[in-house]
């Protein structure tokens, strides 16, 4: 199959106060949500003039990303569609095939497997082509990618550079919180999501020669009783006060780039307990336009393009397959 070109798939976001209604309607479809909770998500909006730093990171990403094909002799046109907000998936693929694209390979802007970050995107794919019709364009996803190397690289520099921050004589008592997107229990129990996190933290904290960490979970928005994956960063970061601690260090592993969750959870509220507690917190950056994850970006496509290249990874996990079995990352019920 000759792949004519790259299609970014991300989860979108609001650009101002007139967006955020209708895109957290498009967030919520389907799932029974409180309008009050809606309208309490909201208000973390209005903190940013309804402004999510999503869409602007996408734009940022395709343009390193255009800078670093170009640089490596790989000719692909580049599109963007969001699942939530535009450009929405099915007018990406409308343009597509208007523009003669016939195969595209999707890069999905998440590490991991899970039924949200995964099988939905896949789902998504498949209703836009349906939209567009016969003329669609075949949408071939590259792998997760939680482990690859220079994923993990990217990461250990980001930790490293948040570290060299924290004051030379309490930098070795330092801790460090690894954190990632809260899922439904039921959610987690049929896919591979926590153990690649547990991975992904592993390998980045032994690439920073770090052996203390914990990987804990923020922006849960089930109700109380449901169970999801902890424990939540607020509840992590008051036990490490009460235990002594002065320092923490909490990179945000599970995302490749700052949306809401990352500014408002960690940079509005969790810096609000620690300022009122006393407890010194540096936010390491996500991997956003790392040279070195723009870089894995060519090579995950580079590897699908030509068959003698092996997939690259680390640890024991293996590489990801590029196509899921039937029944992948569905919620139990």
Same mark, same amino acid.
């Given at each position: 199959?000759?792949?004519?070109a790259?299609?970014?798939?991300?989860?979108?976001?609001?650009?101002g106060?007139?967006?955020?209604m209708p895109?957290?309607?498009?967030?919520?479809?389907?799932?029974n949500?409180?309008?009050?909770?809606?309208?309490?998500?909201?208000?973390? /909006?209005?903190?940013?003039?309804?402004?999510?730093?999503i869409?602007?990171?996408?734009?940022?990403?395709?343009?390193?990303?255009?800078?670093e094909?170009?640089?490596?002799?790989?000719?692909?046109?580049? /599109?963007?569609?969001?699942?939530?907000?535009?450009?929405?998936?099915?007018? =990406?693929?409308?343009?597509?095939?208007?523009?003669?694209?016939?195969?595209?390979?999707?890069?999905? =802007?998440?590490? $991991?497997?899970?039924?949200s970050?995964?099988?939905?995107?896949?789902?998504?794919?498949?209703?836009?082509?349906?939209?567009?019709?016969?003329?669609?364009p075949?949408?071939?996803?590259?792998?997760?990618?939680?482990?690859?190397?220079?994923?993990?690289?990217?990461?250990?520099?980001?930790?490293?550079?948040?570290?060299?921050?924290?004051?030379?004589?309490?930098?070795?008592?330092?801790?460090?919180?690894?954190?990632?997107?809260?899922?439904?229990?039921?959610?987690?129990?049929?896919? !591979? $999501?926590?153990?690649?996190?547990?991975?992904?933290?592993?390998?980045?904290?032994?690439?920073?020669?770090?052996?203390?960490?914990?990987?804990? $979970? !923020?922006?849960?928005?089930?109700?109380?009783?449901?169970?999801?994956?902890?424990?939540?960063?607020?509840?992590?970061?008051?036990?490490?006060k009460?235990?002594g601690?002065?320092?923490?260090?909490?990179?945000?592993?599970?995302?490749?780039? +700052?949306?809401?969750?990352?500014? /408002? +959870?960690? +940079?509005?509220?969790?810096?609000?307990?620690?300022?009122?507690?006393?407890?010194?917190?540096?936010?390491?950056?996500?991997?956003? =336009?790392?040279?070195?994850?723009?870089?894995?970006?060519?090579?995950?496509?580079?590897?699908?393009?030509?068959?003698?290249?092996?997939?690259?990874?680390?640890?024991?996990?293996?590489?990801?397959?590029?196509?899921?079995?039937?029944?992948?990352?569905?919620?139990?019920?």
């Amino acid at each position: 199959m000759d792949i004519d070109a790259l299609l970014i798939v991300s989860f979108g976001g609001p650009e101002g106060m007139a967006d955020v209604m209708p895109f957290l309607a498009n967030v919520l479809r389907g799932r029974n949500v409180p309008a009050e909770r809606m309208r309490a998500v909201a208000k973390h /909006y209005e903190l940013f003039a309804g402004v999510s730093p999503i869409n602007e990171q996408n734009r940022n990403l395709i343009a390193a990303l255009q800078k670093e094909m170009a640089a490596n002799g790989l000719s692909l046109p580049i /599109y963007w569609g969001n699942r939530n907000w535009h450009p929405m998936l099915a007018d =990406t693929l409308a343009e597509m095939a208007a523009d003669g694209i016939k195969n595209a390979l999707a890069f999905v =802007t998440a590490a $991991y497997s899970s039924y949200s970050s995964c099988r939905q995107y896949l789902e998504n794919i498949a209703e836009a082509r349906d939209r567009v019709g016969s003329s669609a364009p075949q949408i071939a996803k590259l792998r997760a990618f939680y482990n690859h190397p220079l994923f993990i690289e990217a990461n250990v520099d980001r930790l490293q550079a948040a570290m060299i921050t924290i004051p030379e004589a309490r930098r070795s008592a330092t801790q460090i919180a690894f954190t990632a997107h809260s899922i439904p229990r039921s959610m987690a129990d049929n896919c !591979q $999501y926590e153990s690649q996190l547990l991975e992904t933290g592993r390998l980045v904290s032994l690439g920073a020669n770090r052996e203390s960490w914990r990987l804990v $979970y !923020q922006s849960r928005s089930g109700p109380p009783t449901q169970p999801w994956l902890g424990p939540d960063i607020l509840d992590h970061l008051k036990e490490l006060k009460d235990s002594g601690a002065t320092d923490v260090v909490i990179a945000p592993i599970g995302f490749v780039s +700052d949306h809401m969750e990352i500014i /408002y +959870d960690l +940079d509005t509220e969790a810096r609000q307990f620690c300022d009122q507690t006393g407890l010194n917190m540096v936010r390491a950056a996500t991997v956003g =336009t790392h040279p070195l994850f723009i870089r894995m970006i060519r090579e995950l496509i580079q590897e699908r393009i030509d068959p003698r290249s092996a997939p690259r990874f680390l640890g024991s996990l293996g590489a990801n397959n590029d196509l899921c079995f039937a029944g992948c990352c569905l919620p139990k019920v």
